[in-house]
């Protein structure tokens, strides 16, 4: 045991006596035998605002788990220029190589949206990880199960709800990800997210901080009050939420109040 107040870090900058996994809730649920398994391969790594982790096409050489603070994005490129958001991805989950069996294409591109650090590993490694102890796998088949639950919801929120529910959801989901009020974010990127013109997303952003749901600066929006942005939020915020509650009980960060 490290006494309290000792700041001694291990070898990934964690502090000393904490798992290697602190920091990414995926991490932590997978078993001890996975974790001892992968520990010698894992590598602390720095994500940068718009960076790339894949593109369509790429081979997807490594699984990498957001630690707290970090925020990918799952997004498909158009042959126009424009993007659109499948999903999210925090320190509850992994981006690349999570089911699949060695190296596969990725069909999406992985872009940070805000930056920060992350585990990464190879996906041979966490293969090898999932044959020697059975119950990775299936926590980690039980993630993308809620995976797919975001990108599904994702698909009829895009089609069916009003462009203002959406932006709110899109905060909430950030929000619990980041679990601070200050999102360091800009209106183009939250435009580029919801695949809509920066305009439509300053309405939007004028109509909720008039509201009290909000109130925003150059490069960041802070969250005023959750209640008024769950109030707009459309259900598929609650939703997928629920979905990850049911698969994988405790993954989901709670929200804060
Ligand atoms: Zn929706």
């Known amino acids: 045991m490290v006494p309290p107040g000792s700041r001694k870090t291990g070898r990934f900058g964690i502090p000393a006596g904490q798992s290697r996994a602190a920091g990414n809730q995926l991490l932590r649920f997978l078993p001890k035998a996975a974790i001892e398994f992968i520990a010698p391969h894992l590598e602390r790594v720095a994500l940068t605002r718009g960076q790339s982790l894949f593109e369509p096409g790429d081979d997807v050489t490594h699984a990498h788990f957001p630690l707290d603070g970090a925020v990918v994005a799952l997004v498909l490129p158009m042959q126009d220029g424009r993007v659109i958001e499948a999903a999210t991805i925090g320190r509850e989950g992994a981006i690349g190589g999570i089911v699949s069996l060695g190296s596969k294409p990725a069909y999406a591109r992985a872009a940070v949206q805000i930056p920060g650090e992350a585990m990464r590993v190879s996906v041979a490694r966490l293969e090898a990880a999932k ?7 299936d926590v980690l088949v039980r993630y993308a199960d809620c995976l797919t639950a975001q990108v599904l919801q994702a698909v009829a929120c895009a089609a069916l709800h009003p462009l203002e529910a959406r932006c709110a959801r899109w905060l909430l989901m950030t929000h619990d990800r980041l679990q601070q009020t200050e999102l360091p974010l800009t209106q183009e990127a939250l435009a580029e997210m919801l695949g809509v013109a920066r ?25 005023l009050s959750r209640s008024q942005l769950e109030q707009t939020a459309c259900e598929c915020y609650v939703s997928v939420r629920q979905h990850f509650d049911r698969v994988l009980p405790g993954l989901y960060p709670r929200p804060e109040h």
């Open 131 to 137: 044959r020697a102890a059975p119950r990775a796998h």
């Open 199 to 223: 305009t439509y997303v300053t309405r939007i952003a004028t109509e909720l901080k008039s509201r009290g749901a909000i109130s925003y600066s150059r490069g960041t929006i802070r969250i």
